[in-house]
């Protein structure tokens, strides 16, 4: 019982970093309605650069709030520089924009930091507290990491005015530009905010995973799942989704299957919710007229 | 209605163009035959090998582009097809001693049922959704494959090795050449194949489907069959391709199967040309060569640093080592900015506005726009955008 527990928990942590990934992915979805495959790359970006900072002397919680300064700025300039050319193009044409961005920047994380695994600090003492024999403290500490972030977000969304210019924009862009909203800012500013949580996740994640160029493809890809799960065009059912699919993925991985294909445990949900119930748990149906 | 008489006699014109530009494109074809033929005699068995791989990956992309680029639906996951192809082989020679010719066909048929049954559930995924369904796919097959449960059969990460063949009946060739005449034999007859399917009524349903599948259901289209059965059939292709891509490399691992692959299936095709037949030889080139000449430039990066600056400083030395991939996804962008339609889609325009300059006005322009109508239309736009 103490081992499901302790499953379930860590399960809980994991989703924590899957349900921020996957709300990071869904943001970009219903603005533009397109799938940031490089989502993942730019978190495992994001938290070299941690590395970097608290290597070089500073205190773990000013590294961490530079690092999502820095991540922001980063998407935000990816936006405009990138992605905004190819706005116009074919689905599939962004689609190779974002591989091409992938592929970028993991080569380029692979040649400033080499590819060998490195350790990544847990700002979370091994003895505090809120640790006991069923969850580690670094993984209590994540849940409360990613808890603050979703709940950050929330409130930008529903109580500020530029929240409520996004989701505007979001909806309706068409309309958002005639009442005067910058559309093409509110995207770019869409593309930061992504950029600044799958940061935070990332510096969560590395702690348990371990940081190297490729940690974040296996995270992104559960992230999917979790986005699915709960419906991608719904920011609450992707957290939950999320955690969902971290502690189905922890138990399969820990009494089914086995951690070796792991991976596969992410198909079969993605396959099974988009056979069972496409929409997702808390997705929107979709009814189109004839 | 002065348009309209002045357009009358433009009619026979450009008729007489559609015949010119088909001959035209006959004799192209013969002379790229003919080059393809020669090909091996001319340049070094490394180079051989080199295209013997543009010549698999050619059948691999023209199979994912008569799925994504015809049918409208985006796999990323075509490398597990790509791998179970080419595992049937590698297993069927290694362990039942079947003639590696022999093992092709049944790849093919292989990779046809599971990629029937895996378009069942893709039935009801439609774009995006299925773009993420095949990208699990294709991440988790290096991962299946290394699966204990199987290690008797797939050798677990150690992989199989393939015995190369030699040339038979005493052919004056080498084993290089001689693999290489044969995948330019399968190549022709699937392209000859995919061509006449995607001309024929097949076809032209399949691309009903994409462009207005509630019409095309209209007209009659058994939408679900003919889903399910493009994906089989690209499945299909891209498993003969991965056969062959076993005999000719002579090796199979899990780790050759990797995500990549299957992106760079995706990025051959956009990069080739969506829904276009040549495009799948051109989305070949660009797969095989576009990461060797970035590795090449990226290597001469401190020579070139030493030419313009004077020394090669300690940057440029690092670039080098690590810079390859850097460079490729720069190029690969770069493309998608020039050429959003992929290669056939730039040729295509670049010939249109050729025959604009040489016809009269408007209708020779409808006329050429009809003649290329699959193609023009570009992809179903990601289908079940809410």
């Known amino acids: 019982m103490t081992a499901l527990l302790h499953q379930i928990f860590s399960g809980l942590a994991i989703g924590g970093i899957y349900a921020s990934v996957a709300l990071a992915l869904v943001m970009i979805y219903q603005a533009t309605h397109l799938v940031n495959f490089a989502q993942g790359e730019m978190a495992m970006f994001s938290t070299y650069i941690a590395s970097s900072l608290i290597g070089w002397g500073l205190p773990y919680w000013v590294a961490f709030g530079l690092t999502l300064a820095i991540s922001f700025a980063g998407g935000l300039a990816i936006q405009r520089i990138v992605v905004r050319p190819v706005q116009d193009a074919p689905v599939l044409s962004v689609v190779i924009v974002f591989i091409g961005l ?129 419906g991608i065009d719904n920011p609450w059912g992707a957290v939950i989704g999320g955690f969902t699919v971290g502690v189905l993925e922890n138990i399969a991985g820990a009494y089914l299957v086995g951690t070796e294909i792991k991976l596969s445990v992410a198909l079969v949900i993605i396959v099974g919710v988009l056979v069972a119930k496409p929409s997702g748990l808390f997705g929107r149906r979709l009814v189109s007229r004839v | 209605m002065s348009t309209a008489s002045a357009a009358a006699p433009a009619v026979p014109k450009t008729l007489a163009e559609k015949s010119a530009v088909r001959s035209w494109r006959r004799a192209g074809l013969a002379a790229l035959l003919l080059a393809a033929v020669a090909m091996p005699f001319l340049v070094s068995g490394y180079h051989t090998f080199q295209l013997t791989i543009v010549l698999v990956y050619a059948i691999a992309l023209l199979g994912l582009n008569l799925l994504t680029g015809y049918n409208g639906q985006i796999s990323l996951g075509h490398g597990a097809f790509y791998a179970i192809g080419a595992y049937t082989t590698a297993i069927l020679t290694a362990q039942f001693d079947v003639p590696y010719w022999a093992t092709v066909p049944v790849a093919g048929v292989i990779c046809l049922a599971v990629g029937f049954l895996f378009g069942l559930p893709a039935l009801r995924l439609e774009g995006l959704y299925l773009a993420l369904a095949t990208f699990a796919l294709a991440l988790a097959t290096p991962q299946l494959l290394k699966f204990k449960a199987f290690d008797h059969w797939t050798g677990g990460s150690q992989g199989v090795l393939v015995e190369k063949p030699d040339a038979p009946w005493g052919l004056p060739l080498t084993g290089d050449q001689w693999l290489y005449f044969f995948c330019l034999a399968c190549a022709i007859a699937l392209f000859w ?160 506005a050729l025959a604009r300059r040489r016809g009269q006005g408007g209708l020779s322009r409808g006329n050429l726009n009809h003649r290329n109508w699959p193609g023009t239309t570009g992809p179903a736009n990601g289908g079940g955008n809410p």
Do not use: C
């Open chain 1, 102 to 230: 992938l592929v970028i920047i993991n080569s380029m994380a692979g040649a400033i930091y080499s590819y060998t695994i490195t350790p990544f600090p847990s700002p979370f003492p091994s003895n505090a507290w809120y640790g006991n024999s069923f969850i580690s403290p670094h993984e209590a500490g994540s849940i409360m990491v990613t808890m603050g972030v979703l709940a950050l977000v929330y409130v930008f969304f529903r109580f500020t005015p530029l929240g409520l210019a996004m989701r505007a924009v979001a909806q309706n862009p068409v309309s958002s530009r005639l009442v005067g909203i910058r559309v093409g800012w509110m995207l770019a500013l869409g593309w930061g905010l992504a950029a600044a949580i799958g940061a935070a996740a990332g510096m969560m994640a590395a702690p348990i995973f371990y940081l190297d160029p490729n940690m974040m493809g296996s995270i992104l890809l559960y992230s999917f799942a979790g986005a699915l799960l709960g």
């Open chain 2, 193 to 352: 194949a995919g061509a006449n399917l995607v001309r024929g009524r097949t076809g032209r349903a399949i691309v009903a489907i994409r462009d207005h599948p509630t019409a095309a259901e209209a007209m009659g289209v058994n939408i679900a069959l003919y889903k399910s059965m493009t994906f089989g059939v690209s499945a299909l292709y891209t498993g003969v391709a991965g056969a062959l891509s076993a005999v000719v490399t002579g090796f199979v691992a899990p780790d050759s199967f990797p995500l990549f692959l299957s992106l760079s299936f995706l990025v051959g095709v956009v990069a080739g040309g969506l829904a276009s037949i040549s495009g799948a030889v051109f989305g070949a080139v660009f797969i095989e060569f576009v990461p060797n000449l970035s590795d090449e430039f990226a290597r001469n990066i401190p020579y070139l640093a030493k030419w313009v600056l004077g020394y090669t400083p300690n940057v440029a030395e690092q670039a080098a080592t690590a810079s390859q991939w850097t460079i490729y996804g720069l190029v690969l962008i770069a493309f998608m900015y020039l050429m959003p339609t992929g290669v056939a889609g730039f040729v295509r325009v670049l010939s249109a």
